[in-house]
C-alpha cells in the first residue's frame, strides 16, 4: 500500500514538472506571433513582459472584479411536471434571458458521461503538436480554417485572445481518422445538445407569443457549429484576454465548462466572474435572438480571463440558422431592418478586420 502511495505520488511530481515542457511544443507561439505587441507593453511599463502579473495600472482598471456571482440556476426536469411547476420553469428562463441574458440548467438531458468523453476527447485533441494542429487540419478532417489561434488582426494585447479552438460545422463531425472516438463524441454530444437549443428556443419563443416553427425550420443540424476551446497558461494575465470581450451572434450558445473559471459577463454596468457549477450547462441569448425578440431577450457582452498557472477547456455549441435566414423582429414597432444571417455575419467581419473589434447589431438599427 505504501509503495502504491509512493508510485502515485512520483507520478504526480513528475506530471507537474515536466508537463509545462511537453505543453511547449502543443501550445500556439503566442510570442513569436505576436512579438511587436509584447515589444510594445515592455516599452510602457519598462520591464519584461512575464513579470506582469498584477493590475497596477489605470489601463487595467476594467479587469478588477466587482464580484462572483452564481447565474440564475434552472432545473430543467420541471418542464415534465405539468402545470403550474412547468409554466413557472418556463417563466424563469424568459426572466433570466430577460434580465442577464445568461442562465444555467441543470437536469439537461446531457449525460455526465457524454460531457465526460467530450472533456477527455477535447484534451487528447488539444496536447497534438502545434504544427499538427495547424496543417489545415486535414488530418482530422475537418474544414480549411477550424483551427484557431489568438487574434489576427489585433493592434494591441488588449486585442489578443490568448486561446486556440476547433470551429467546426456540425456537418462535418464524422470519425476522424486516429480521432475516431473524438467524432463519435462530438456526434453524440451535438445531438442531445441540439435538442436541448431547440427545446429552449421554443419556450422562449412561447413566452413572447409566438407558437412558430422558426426555429425548427432554420436552425437545422447542418446550419450550427461546435467550438471546442482551450484556454493555455498565460505569463501576462494582467495584460491579455483568453477571449475578448464580445457578443455571440447566434439565436443561442450552449457552453459546458470545466471548474477552472474565467468567464465573465456584464451586469447592471458592471463586469461579474461566473462561479463554475459541475452539474450545469451555461446558456446565453445570442445577437440573433435580441434582434428577433425586438430587444426582449438580452445578448450581452462576456469574455473570458486567463490564468497565469491552469490551462482551461470549455465546448461551446452554437445554435444558428441558414445564412440565407432572415432576421426580423417577432413584433412591432420593429428597433432592427430586416437581415439575413449572411449579411449580419459578413458585417461582423469587416468591422473585426477594419476595426479591430465587432460593432454588432447597432449596425441594424431602424
Not at 15 to 33: G, K, R, S, V, Y
Not at 83 to 97: H, L, N, V, W, Y
Request: hydrophobic share 35%; with cysteine; net charge negative.
Amino acid at each position: 500500500m505504501l509503495l502504491l502511495y509512493i508510485y502515485k505520488a512520483l507520478i504526480t511530481f513528475c506530471h507537474t514538472i515536466f508537463q509545462p515542457l511537453i505543453n511547449m511544443d502543443a501550445d500556439p507561439p503566442f510570442h513569436e506571433a505576436y512579438k511587436t505587441l509584447f515589444d510594445k507593453t515592455i516599452e510602457r511599463n519598462n520591464q519584461p513582459v512575464r513579470n506582469q502579473l498584477l493590475i497596477d495600472n489605470k489601463d487595467n482598471e476594467q479587469l478588477v472584479i466587482v464580484e462572483e456571482c452564481e447565474l440564475p440556476l434552472i432545473d430543467l426536469s420541471r418542464l415534465n411536471l405539468g402545470e403550474p411547476e412547468s409554466e413557472e420553469c418556463k417563466a424563469e428562463i424568459a426572466r433570466a434571458s430577460k434580465e442577464w441574458g445568461f442562465f444555467q440548467v441543470m437536469k439537461h438531458g446531457i449525460s455526465t458521461e457524454i460531457l465526460e468523453k467530450m472533456r477527455f476527447e477535447q484534451e487528447r485533441l488539444f496536447k497534438q503538436p502545434f504544427h499538427e494542429k495547424s496543417k489545415e487540419d486535414k488530418h482530422l478532417r475537418f474544414s480549411a480554417g477550424s483551427y484557431r489561434w489568438g487574434t489576427p488582426s489585433a493592434t494591441n494585447l488588449k486585442q489578443l485572445s490568448w486561446s486556440e479552438a476547433f470551429h467546426i460545422p456540425l456537418i462535418d463531425i464524422t470519425p476522424s481518422g486516429g480521432f475516431d472516438s473524438l467524432g463519435i463524441t462530438m456526434e453524440q454530444f451535438a445531438a442531445t445538445v441540439s435538442s436541448l437549443a431547440q427545446k429552449l428556443a421554443g419556450i422562449l419563443a412561447e413566452k413572447m407569443g409566438h407558437n412558430s416553427t422558426f426555429f425548427q425550420e432554420n436552425c437545422l443540424p447542418n446550419t450550427c457549429y461546435l467550438r471546442m476551446n482551450h484556454y493555455p497558461p498565460c505569463p501576462i494575465a494582467s495584460e491579455v484576454f483568453g477571449l475578448t470581450p464580445h457578443t455571440d451572434s447566434d439565436f443561442l450558445t450552449i457552453l459546458h465548462q470545466d471548474q477552472v473559471g474565467g468567464l465573465q459577463l456584464v451586469k447592471d454596468g458592471r463586469w461579474i466572474s461566473v462561479k463554475p457549477n459541475p452539474e450545469a450547462l451555461i446558456i446565453n441569448i445570442g445577437d440573433l435572438f435580441q434582434a428577433w425578440s425586438n430587444d426582449t431577450y438580452k445578448s450581452v457582452q462576456h469574455r473570458v480571463v486567463t490564468n497565469p498557472l491552469v490551462e482551461r477547456f470549455s465546448t461551446a455549441y452554437f445554435f444558428c440558422p441558414s445564412y440565407d435566414t432572415v432576421i426580423q423582429s417577432c413584433c412591432e414597432p420593429s428597433v432592427y431592418r430586416k437581415f439575413s444571417f449572411r449579411e449580419y455575419r459578413e458585417q461582423v467581419q469587416a468591422d473585426v478586420q477594419k476595426l479591430g473589434s465587432k460593432i454588432g447589431l447597432p449596425r441594424f438599427l431602424v
